[in-house]
């Protein structure tokens, strides 16, 4: 996707940080911004700056975790700017504390937003992109956390890995729509996600962790240093424009990365053992890819193969 003059935008989280930084950088470019947050004095403070900017916008107040708000704010973006043909699933939150003391609280908030809530937008928004018919493209905001993870952020990388895989088989499936799928995995981008415990619901606070304002002062310190949101979002828009899967625009992440990487495939068995069993096994897969084909066109139409 290269021409994004009068295209909507639906952002979730557009409202700060990363987000914020897309519905500029699109808004720019000349799509209708429709900004999505849990937070209506930042959607208004946002929608100024956007306006002030000479970009067209729309902000609803949405929590992505609700299915039933969804719905109703699909329609209300397509009432307000037509069809939607850019999903940026931005919106997420985090917590840092040893995973041995978590709460299901502090799963369920963390997964409910950060996976729950890209679920949500694609439920309610992909059908919606496949049946206008003129492609587009989706955008995911993991993070580097997709890759990694260890006790402190552990749940929220949990949450991102998953992101990563919904991402992955979202792009597969969305291809033959013509609309593209790229995942974002930022490492740190200058935002206001440390005061994101402000934004936990009430029937969610029960905590296993202490967030103080000496911990949020310390992430905030942290996030002071990331990289600029609108800079940020320059990265995702090219890698738009190439239909790039990963957009992941931090130099410093290649050593962590290789070391991952290398770990996984360090785990393999050489290439040249076994050679019975890999040849039985390639076998049976394509037999079942095959079979898998014809039950999919049978059930699901020709575009399904
Ligand atoms: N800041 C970083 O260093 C960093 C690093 C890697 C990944 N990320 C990811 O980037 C994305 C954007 O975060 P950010 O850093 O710009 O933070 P941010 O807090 O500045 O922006 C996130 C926005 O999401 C909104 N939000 C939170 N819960 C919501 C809900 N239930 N429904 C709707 N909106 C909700 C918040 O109100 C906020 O405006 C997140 O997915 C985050 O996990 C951030």
Not at 26 to 50: P, T, Y
Not at 53 to 65: C, S
Not at 233 to 244: L, M, N, Q, T, Y
């Amino acid at each position: 996707m290269r021409d994004f003059q009068g295209k909507t935008a639906f952002i979730t989280g557009g409202a700060s940080g990363a987000g914020l930084g897309q519905a500029k950088v699109f808004g720019d470019a000349g799509c209708r911004i429709v900004i999505a947050d849990i937070r209506q004095d930042a959607i208004d403070a946002a929608l100024d700056e956007l306006r002030a900017r000479g970009i067209a916008a729309h902000g609803i107040r949405l929590d992505i975790t609700d299915r039933q708000a969804w719905d109703a704010a699909a329609d209300e973006a397509e009432r307000v700017f037509g069809p939607v043909h850019l999903l940026f699933n931005t919106a997420g939150v985090s917590i840092f504390g040893p995973i041995e003391k978590a709460t299901y609280e502090d799963y369920d908030w963390i997964f409910g937003v950060n996976l729950g809530g890209v679920v949500n937008g694609h439920q309610a928004l992909v059908p919606r992109m496949i049946a206008h018919g003129e492609g587009g493209h989706v955008v995911n905001t993991a993070s580097l956390g997709a890759f990694f993870a260890n006790s402190g952020a552990g749940i929220y990388s949990t949450s991102k890995f998953a992101v990563h895989g919904l991402s992955m088989a979202m792009r597969d499936a969305l291809a033959k729509y013509g609309i593209g799928v790229s995942v974002l995995c930022p490492a740190n981008i200058s935002s206001n996600i440390a005061e994101s415990v402000r934004t936990r619901p009430a029937h969610l606070a029960n905590s296993g962790f202490e967030v103080d304002e000496r911990e949020i002062a310390a992430l905030h310190e942290i996030y002071s240093q990331g990289m600029d949101p609108e800079e940020l979002a320059g990265h995702v828009k090219a890698a738009i424009e190439a239909d790039r899967f990963y957009v992941i625009p931090y130099p410093e992440a290649r050593p962590m990365l290789e070391a991952a990487f290398q770990q996984v495939l360090d785990a393999l068995p050489p290439a040249d053992s076994d050679l019975e069993g890999q040849e039985k096994r390639a076998k049976a897969m394509a037999r079942y890819i095959e079979a898998r084909r014809e039950m999919d066109s049978d059930r699901y139409g020709e575009a399904a193969r």
